[in-house]
């Protein structure tokens, strides 16, 4: 990524992952399903159908756990790995996005109560993280990965909040308060607080 905007004061380091878990799902992008029997054509069916949309995350939430060694939560509404189910340490949001090459995200419906929930882990001994990932949609995998530290967020997550809040107060209908995610802000934050960033991209 070209990093001449940013005036980088922090540091970039390759973010180790298990590449052998990289094509889990690559047998599906070349499959015929006419070639599938009968009985099981639905089954793939579906399983392609879920690989190519865009609005379902969880089959590239569920290879991230698998490629960063973590545990995978399947619950909605809270993290989507974790490093340990009983000695959690380190916690996980992820961003899967169709935008291969420079994937992006959004926080939907922010609130206080979900940026207070990223400012405790601290206090709570937890370390949190945000992954950003880049789909590649004609092979099931990713095409690049980012790791940044979920902290570097929460003042511009509330200063934004609250530049909602003020301009709803004069609006019929409110606008939804949705804080978008991109690597440029990203890397742009890490500098702001000096702090390493992660990344792997698939060569």
């Known amino acids: 990524m070209d990093k001449s905007d940013n005036d980088s004061v922090c540091e970039e380091f390759p973010l180790i992952i298990d590449e052998s878990k990289m094509n889990e799902y690559f047998i599906l992008s070349n499959t015929n399903l006419e070639e599938v029997p009968e009985q099981h054509r639905l089954a793939?069916?579906?399983?392609?159908?879920?690989?190519?949309?865009?609005?379902?995350?969880?089959?590239?939430?569920?290879?991230?756990?698998?490629?960063?060694?973590?545990?995978?939560?399947?619950?909605?509404h809270g993290w989507d790995g974790i490093d340990d189910l009983e000695n959690t340490?380190?916690?996980?949001?992820?961003?899967?996005?169709?935008?291969?090459?420079?994937?992006?995200?959004?926080?939907?419906?922010?609130?206080?109560?979900?940026?207070?929930?990223?400012?405790?882990?601290?206090n709570d001994g937890k370390s949190g993280w945000?992954?950003?990932?880049?789909?590649?949609?004609?092979?099931?995998?990713?095409?690049?990965?980012?790791?940044?530290?979920?902290?570097?967020?929460?003042?511009?997550?509330?200063?934004?909040?609250q530049n909602m809040i003020e301009k709803n107060k004069t609006k019929e209908k409110q606008t939804r308060i949705t804080y978008s995610i991109t690597v440029t802000k990203s890397i742009k934050l890490c500098n702001q607080f000096s702090v390493p960033y992660y990344v792997w991209t698939n060569n």
Not at 50 to 71: A, D, F, I, T
Not at 99 to 106: C, H, L, V
Not at 139 to 161: Q, S
């Open 130 to 161: 945000l992954i950003l990932a880049g789909i590649d949609k004609e092979k099931f995998n990713f095409k690049v990965i980012y790791k940044f530290p979920i902290h570097i967020y929460n003042a511009d997550r509330r200063k934004y909040l």
């Open 44 to 76: 793939y069916r579906i399983a392609i159908d879920s690989l190519k949309s865009n609005e379902c995350n969880e089959p590239y939430e569920r290879l991230l756990s698998s490629q960063l060694g973590l545990v995978n939560v399947e619950e909605k």
């Open 89 to 122: 340490k380190n916690v996980y949001e992820y961003k899967p996005s169709s935008k291969k090459n420079a994937p992006s995200g959004t926080i939907n419906d922010d609130s206080i109560s979900k940026i207070e929930k990223c400012e405790n882990l601290p």
